[in-house]
């Protein structure tokens, strides 16, 4: 059984890079942007609502 991984451009991704030790991936900067708004504005570390990676 394998897990299923979250895409590139979630917050899990984002975690992901940061365990591993890599830099964030294009989709990962953008994601990690506009979840550090969110985070700012609600202060929880997510994507907004209706964010999507585009
Ligand atoms: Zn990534």
């Known amino acids: ?7 590139c ?3 899990a991704a984002i975690m992901r890079h940061r365990r591993r030790g ?3 991936c294009d989709a990962c900067r953008k994601a990690h942007a506009a979840c ?3 985070w700012r504005r609600t202060g929880r570390y997510r994507l907004p609502d209706g964010w999507t990676a585009s």
Do not use: H
């Open 22 to 24: 890599q830099p964030l």
């Open 1 to 7: 059984m394998t897990r299923p991984l979250k895409p």
């Open 9 to 11: 451009g979630t917050p």
């Open 36 to 38: 550090k708004r969110e």
